[in-house]
């Protein structure tokens, strides 16, 4: 990526982050393992492996945002097994430079939602002798007002899936933009909003380039498995609504010509949606890694 060439066009990038293994049962509800598994195959110990990728963006006017973060590497080594974190290094980190880039060149940063493995990579590798402190120095954070008031104060069922003090860095910063609505005044048309309240409430879904463009599934849409409607985790608090969510997203999506960009996906960073006689929808045409697609501005 050359620095200081102002671009007439949106370029994206998927970044890997962290890799995480977790219970195939919580990832697929209530789809049996005789079928879950012919799409993930489980460890020994029920596992299933999956990205926390995320997504960078450069813009027409040469600013670089980074749609999430992953998990990171903030988890002290006894919570790194139990919640199933791969490497011990940031690898968005090294993720981000391997795109010519670096977290202290990062313009903005839109998170979906603030659970540990799309927001984590904001902060720092741990460190036995440092509190959790924040990368990205000049980056402005854009996060959802539901989102933003759920991970202040979280449902005892999900409590465990947020870092207690990930808001009051963020607030901390001076940088934290609470968004409502469909734009954001700092970002401009290129990037729109829609929200969803069935994994958890405000979940942010970013849409890049507009017609024809790139949305970001977060956990409405986890992966290529995940489009099938019937198909939901068992960390989602409402199922039947993010199906319901889901069939107009995507829905929506296939009619404008906008790709999905899945964020843990082992394989697919990036497919079309497509949908067959019967209504049935699936990804098509998935690609492992994206490097400087173009979009139009």
């Known amino acids: 990526m050359e620095r200081g ?99 202290e060149e990062i313009d903005g940063v839109v998170l979906s939602h603030l659970h540990f493995d799309h927001a984590g990579g904001l902060l720092a590798p741990w ?33 465990a899936s947020f870092v207690p003090e990930l808001p009051v860095l963020l607030e901390a910063s001076g940088r934290l933009e609470i968004v409502e609505g469909r734009r954001s005044a700092w970002l401009g048309h290129e990037v729109g909003f829609e929200y969803s309240d069935g994994h958890t409430p405000g979940l942010m879904l ?3 380039g507009g017609d024809g463009g790139v949305a970001v599934c977060a956990d409405l849409i986890p992966g290529a498995p995940w489009v099938h409607l019937p198909v939901t985790m068992g960390y989602d608090r409402f ?27 082992p394989a697919v960073a990036i497919a079309r949606p497509a949908r067959d006689s019967h209504g049935k929808f699936a990804a098509v045409d998935g690609v492992e890694r994206v490097e400087g697609l173009e979009l139009d501005a």
């Open 5 to 103: 060439v102002i671009q007439m066009s949106i370029l994206i990038w998927s970044i890997e982050g962290n890799r995480q293994a977790l219970d195939g049962g919580a990832m697929f509800g209530n789809v049996p393992k005789a079928l879950w598994r012919r799409w993930l195959d489980p460890d020994e110990q029920n596992r299933v492996p999956l990205a926390c990728r995320a997504l960078l963006a450069r813009l027409a006017d040469g600013r670089q945002i980074l749609f999430e973060t992953g998990i990171g590497s903030f988890f002290e080594p006894r919570y790194r097994e139990r919640y199933g974190v791969v490497e011990s290094e940031h690898v968005l980190l090294r993720s981000l430079e391997d795109a010519g880039t670096s977290h």
């Open 127 to 159: 460190a036995d002798d440092q509190p959790p402190h924040l990368l990205f120095p000049r980056a402005r954070f854009l996060v959802a007002r539901a989102s933003w008031d759920r991970a202040r104060r979280p449902h005892p069922r999900d409590r």
């Open 206 to 208: 970013s849409e890049i």
């Open 239 to 265: 199922p039947e609504l993010l199906i319901d969510e889901k069939r107009r997203f995507l829905e929506d999506k296939l009619e404008r010509g906008v790709r999905l960009f899945f964020t843990h996906d």
